[in-house]
T-cell receptor, first 115, second 109 residues
Framework: SQTIHQWPATLVQPVGSPLSLECTVE??????LYWYRQAAGRGLQLLFY??????ISSEVPQNLSASRPQDRQFILSSKKLLLSDSGFYLC??????????????FGAGSRLTVL | RKEVEQDPGPFNVPEGATVAFNCTYS??????FFWYRQDCRKEPKLLMS???SGNEDGRFTAQLNRASQYISLLIRDSKLSDSATYLC??????????FGAGTRLFVKA
């Protein structure tokens, strides 16, 4: 069966520090991968998505970046965190290449507080 | 106009009530449609897919109107455990997947 792992689960970082959040999917190949951010009391904001190892689409400029060093690994990074980067970061995967059936399954999330 | 819009609620209903949520989307080329449920401080989980012909899963019924770019979710015989935020989700061609901001439901005894 397929599983998705995200880490770390919780972190507290100072403003201006770097960030690296990791997401790994097991039990599937060539998944569609997604990063979302959810600020407190708000909806999910799409940050990045990738339909293949060399294909990453960015929805949000600013100070975040994403990489997919391996087929089933998706990393979210920042060189310098802002206070506004605080939130609940969610990684998700989908196993289909049919956009009409693109069901996302989420990891448990990483809760980031920037102080 | 937001890409996916939902009434944020909250909806406060008694147990046993029927409640309906609506959602509109802006991209007429959208490919797939879903309702997710999110409990407080947890990740969203798939509730059901939404098909043009309408579909039902127990107490839940989803409808899609492509002409009006409108999706709905009906919950019958509400339970306390239905209290959550319900997220409308749309996938475009190219796999961009957008979530609505969610509708909060509180079911009370």
């Amino acid at each position: 069966s397929q599983t998705i792992h995200q880490w770390p689960a919780t972190l507290v970082q100072p403003v201006g520090s770097p960030l690296s959040l990791e997401c790994t999917v097991e039990g599937t190949s060539n998944p569609n991968l997604y990063w979302y951010r959810q600020a407190a009391g708000r909806g999910l904001q799409l940050l990045f998505y990738s339909i293949g190892i060399d294909q990453i689409s960015s929805e949000v400029p600013q100070n975040l970046s994403a990489s997919r060093p391996q087929d089933r690994q998706f990393i979210l990074s920042s060189k310098k965190l802002l206070l506004s980067d605080s939130g609940f970061y969610l990684c998700a995967w989908a196993g289909t290449k049919d956009a009409g059936a693109n069901v996302l399954t989420f990891g448990a999330g990483s809760r980031l507080t920037v102080l | 106009r937001k890409e996916v819009e939902q009434d944020p609620g909250p909806f406060n209903v008694p147990e046993g009530a029927t409640v309906a949520f609506n959602c509109t989307y802006s991209n007429s080329a959208s490919q797939s449609f879903f309702w997710y449920r999110q409990d407080c401080r947890k990740e969203p989980k798939l509730l059901m897919s939404v098909y043009s012909s309408g579909n039902e899963d127990g107490r839940f019924t989803a409808q899609l109107n492509r002409a009006s770019q409108y999706i709905s979710l009906l919950i019958r015989d509400s339970k306390l455990s239905d209290s959550a935020t319900y997220l409308c989700v749309v996938t475009w061609v190219g796999f961009k997947t957008i979530f609505g901001a969610g509708t909060r439901l509180f079911v009370k005894a």
